[in-house]
């Protein structure tokens, strides 16, 4: 069964950097786009970054344009999600996430399969 595990989150201050990994399992993850969203405490979830299954698109939330940065390994079935310049308002569950079609889309209701989570919190 498809499986995504997420690491590297944790505590960092304001201007501080993070890398998140996602490993995939269980299915052919060089064919499928990979997201990653966030979620804070009664909010919505919301798109961070979108990568298609070869890597040449991407997309990114508005929000965090400039700072993150999304890459795929193809070969170690693996996503990374680069966090540069964390702000405070970047505190959140951050999730990843596929889907079984062609192309990065932001909204959350189109991917299919969900990692479990990683917490991030940026200190002021």
């Known amino acids: 069964q498809v499986q995504l595990v997420e690491s590297g989150g944790g505590l960092v201050q304001a201007g501080g950097s993070l890398r998140l990994s996602c490993a995939a399992s269980?299915?052919?993850?060089?064919?499928?786009?990979m997201g990653w969203f966030r979620q804070a405490p009664g909010k919505e979830r919301q798109f961070v970054a979108g990568?298609?299954?070869?890597?040449?698109?991407?997309n990114y939330g508005d929000s965090v344009k400039g700072r993150f940065t999304i890459s795929r390994d193809n070969a170690k079935n693996t996503v990374y999600l680069q966090m540069n310049s964390l702000k405070p308002e970047d505190t959140a569950v951050y999730y990843c996430?596929?889907?079984?079609?062609?192309?990065?889309?932001?909204?959350?209701?189109?991917?299919?399969?969900w990692g479990q989570g990683t917490q991030v919190t940026v200190s002021s």
């Open positions: 996430a596929t889907r079984n079609r062609v192309g990065v889309t932001i909204y959350a209701s189109d991917y299919n399969y």
């Open positions: 269980g299915y052919t993850f060089s064919f499928y786009t």
């Open positions: 990568i298609n299954w070869s890597g040449g698109s991407t």
